[in-house]
């Protein structure tokens, strides 16, 4: 099948996937088969973006405050995460694609971490598009965590490049395009710092639903855009 044709591409595409319990809740099934499916969305995604050639993509999988949800649902999706990423990997490694994770891992099941880490490092020699994880994370948290690290360097005045260094997104580009799914008009909490200039796309599709179509259709709405960083 031919690939979509695109004038331009973002460097860098974010992705809020939400809707997973709305979806699973229209078809009277528990929520986290709603997530199952968006597991295998976010592998579409993935596998898409990669195709296309766009060269780093992060997911907010996991947020700092979807620590406050039922203990069954966060467990069932500790494990759909861990088990998803690592049986995704060798795929992955085919598609030379790196792996990233970005958030307060100290959180996780020490089991689980370790999983996860390990694909990491699996990955961590490739160098075709980078995929971001965000796991346990939360924009703010993640701005705190920075200011601690330059209070223990001794720092008494502050860059935005000292700050930048100390993010779990040190050494990547900003987000270009930032898409929410299941129509929320929200950041809620994801890349604070980073997203100062992102496009931002909202679509009322629920992430389960979000197939590629979707996606180009997001990508063109970008072709669109004039980007004017406040000039
Ligand atoms: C938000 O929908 C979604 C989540 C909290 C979980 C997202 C996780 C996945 C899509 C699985 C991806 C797996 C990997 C390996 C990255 P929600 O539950 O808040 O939905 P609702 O707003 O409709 O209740």
Redesign the pocket.
């Known amino acids: 099948m031919a690939i979509e044709q695109f004038a331009k591409l973002p460097t860098h595409v974010a992705m809020i996937?939400?809707?997973?319990?709305?979806?699973a809740?229209k078809r009277l099934l528990p929520?986290t088969a709603?997530?199952k499916v968006?597991?295998d969305?976010?592998v579409e995604m993935v596998d898409t973006c990669s195709d296309l050639g766009i060269k780093y993509m992060t997911?907010y999988?996991?947020?700092y405050e979807?620590w406050n949800r039922e203990k069954t649902e966060v467990d069932a999706?500790m494990t759909?995460?861990e088990t998803?990423?690592r049986r995704?990997t060798p795929e992955m490694h085919r598609k030379n694609i790196r792996l990233h994770l970005m958030g307060d891992l100290s959180l996780f099941e020490e089991g689980k971490r370790a999983s996860l880490l390990a694909c990491q490092e699996e990955l961590s020699g490739n160098t075709g598009m980078t995929l971001s994880?965000c796991l346990s994370y939360g924009g703010r948290q993640e701005l705190v965590h920075a200011c601690n690290e330059l209070i223990k360097e001794g720092k008494t005045e502050i860059t935005d490049a000292d700050i930048e260094r100390h993010l779990y997104s040190a050494g990547l580009p900003d987000p270009d395009l930032i898409i929410r799914t299941?129509g929320?008009y929200r950041i809620s909490n994801f890349l604070l710092w980073q997203s100062a200039y992102a496009e931002y796309y909202f679509t009322d599709v629920?992430?389960p639903d979000f197939h590629k179509e979707e996606l180009y259709k997001a990508l063109h709405d970008f072709e669109g855009r004039k980007r004017r960083f406040g000039k």
């Not at 996937?17 to 979806?23: E, H, I, L, S, T």
Request: aromatic content about 16%.
């Open positions: 996937m939400d809707g997973n319990g709305r979806w809740k929520r709603g997530h968006g597991l969305t976010f997911v999988a996991f947020s979807n999706l759909l995460m998803g990423i995704y994880i299941s929320e629920l992430w």
